[in-house]
């Protein structure tokens, strides 16, 4: 002990009269960042490098120091140590391996930075060499393969998950990642897929596993012929497909309880009492409060799932307890960072909840449930773009499940009901429904609700056009597949004719606003088809004789909307401006809903005064209008339930260039190798036997 005082005693003496010595690791960097050969002087000088503790940040500023001459100066250098790297990943000794995959990922990434500001070399050439670079790609990912689907350490196989993140990810755009052409090559599918079907690993490595398989699906997609589209369009075992489900709705399911927390911390204290007191003044203020980071590169791999494989539509009905009802304490583990957008991994106490037998008395969930409850929280503020983005991509996934004939199956199954409580926006005119009032009912008239929930809540001076467009063929392909399999809904449809019409007269209002931005008349003549559809096979889906009576008296009561909408297109379709063409359309458009208002108010106004009545009550309304039907002459329209299939290329392939763009960025930012507490590996290493 004596002995150890005094050399630390020494130590602190000299470090007054000189510099502080490097440690041996930067002085055998600063070797390989010279031009001679590193091993000439120490024949065991690779043997040694990976023994010792990487040191990231010396290793990535010194190849960001370098100017593009000085780097291809000692390229021999650094393909030697991307090579060694290699050889060391198939090493028994952990801690080499360790060290060799962080050192991989810091040659990488600063070797692809160095480019961004100094193009003139290749990468590729710089880290392999052309004529090595088949081969080594090739051993690595079978070394990375073998890892990950081997016995190996889970902080092992969380390191090579999280340098294939950084692999995939070291450019903005995915698709002039040229590395990733040996990635398509020697593919690690398979790797992925066997992450997802073991319960143990889903669990710690789910997460990146779904993000990497989302971000190599988007890699050259449209132009050339990506084998992990084909092989994820393909998959059919049930296991593997629940697997993925069920780390997504990990995932969302932690964004919901977050911002459930969130809301209640908001509701909770004097500020709150305050704020009702004058009349909920400070609702916009509030509200910003309540924001938790959107995840976009989890929702990326749903849609990417069920876009691209129809197998996986079963895994959205798969039932298990409402994830994130109770939060018992969370155990920490090492190899996951928490990190913000992008790459947040959920806890993974609710990781592990999932796995348990169902509780007659608990509230059942799955994944559709979760999902639509993420949708009705991130597409509250579109002002935010990450919010806007979510919300878009949420439509678009709902348009691909509104298409698909056994979702719609599931969705409007009556022997299948669930009580649904999404998220509503705070508005100084409602109160907040409470859980409590929600009924148990089919799917669809969740979706429904979400749909009618954003329709009342966004009419703005920035007016989401899009997405509005979204939400409305969103109904529109749900009461087509009603109409065609005669599907009687108990829904609450005055609710969705009044969240119409007051679109309407919203459009109307902003006529001269709105047209400098947008065409009106699309959105307008989808919403009056709406009502035409309702109009003429209403008598086959809806739900009673009364609800057909219901969306007669609404036409009527509010027909000041459509004839002043009927005199704003038809003034627009009469003059040689440029929207003559699209008000037209809407002009014969409106022909029955005329023919019923033209039909029917003058027996009301007949009926109010032989029986010398000022303001007829609802039932005296219809009861003029079940008298009335057999006089009524209505124009049969063609190709009111027809309609065009989600398509995403070229509609949507901008949107997801910049998406994926966008979740790149933020996984390359989030990646933290130097997160991994070395004192923890080698206390986990050390019991191995």
Known sequence: MAQVDKKAGLLRKSSATKKPLKEKVVLMYDGIFSTEDPTKDNP??????FLMKVNLEYLESKLEFLDGEELMNIKD??????QQCILALGEEHQIKVVNALQTLCALIRGVHQKNKSSSGFDIINMLMGFDKAELRMKNLMESLDSILCGEASESLKSLCLKLLLCLVT????????????????????EAILQILSDTPSRRVHGHDAVVLLALLVNY???????????????????????????????????????????????????????????????????????????NEAIL???????????????????????????????????????????????????????????????????????????SSIVMQDTKDEHRLNSGKLCLIILTCIAEDQYAN???????????????????????????????SRPLVCAVLDLMVEFIVTHMMKEFPMDLYLRCVQIVHKLICYQKKCRVRLHYTWRELWLAFISLLK????????????????????????????????????????????????????MHQVFDNLYSMVLRLSTNAGQWKEAASKVTHALVNVRAIINHFNPKIESYAALNHISQLAEEQVLEVVRSNYDTLTLKLQDGLDQYERYSEQPKEAA?????VRSISINVRKNVALNTLSQEVLLREFSTIS
Request: aromatic share 12%; hydrophobic share 40%; charged share 20%.
């Open 220 to 294: 050259r997609k449209y132009e050339s012929v990506n084998p992990y589209i084909v092989k994820l369009s393909i998959v059919d075992d049930e296991t593997t497909l629940n697997g993925m489900g069920l780390v997504i709705s990990q995932a969302l399911a932690e964004y919901n309880r977050r911002y459930r927390e969130k809301e209640e911390e908001n509701q909770g204290g004097f500020f709150s009492t305050f704020t009702s007191m004058v009349g909920n003044m400070f609702i916009a203020d509030a509200d910003e409060k309540i924001s938790v980071q959107t």
């Open 170 to 189: 070291v450019t903005d755009n995915i698709s002039q990642n040229t590395i990733l052409e040996y990635v398509m090559i020697n593919s690690i599918f």
């Open 77 to 82: 250098n650094i393909n030697s140590l991307f």
């Open 44 to 49: 065991r000088f690779w043997e040694e490098l």
């Open 300 to 374: 990326l791999a749903l849609y990417e799932a069920v876009h691209l494989n129809r197998n996986f539509i079963t895994v959205l009905a798969q039932s298990h307890p409402e994830i994130g009802l109770e939060s018992p304490p969370v155990s920490l583990v090492p190899t996951t960072p928490t990190t913000p957008l992008g790459t947040t991994p959920p806890s993974l106490d609710i990781m592990g909840t999932t796995e348990l037998p169902l509780d007659p008395n608990m509230q059942t969930s799955n994944l559709l449930i979760t999902f639509l409850k993420y």
């Open 655 to 659: 949107f997801f260039k910049e998406l």
């Open 409 to 439: 199956a599931f969705l409007h199954d009556d022997n299948i009901n669930f009580r649904v409580n999404l998220h509503r926006m705070p508005m100084r005119h409602r109160k907040k429904a409470g859980d409590r009032n929600i009924p």
């Open 506 to 557: 919203f459009l109307m209002s902003n006529e001269t606003g709105l047209l400098a931005k947008h065409n009106i008349f699309t959105l307008t003549l989808m919403v009056v088809n709406l009502f035409n559809m309702f109009i003429t096979y209403g008598d086959t889906f809806l739900p009673t004789p009364s609800s057909y009576d219901e969306l007669y008296y609404e036409i009527i009561r």
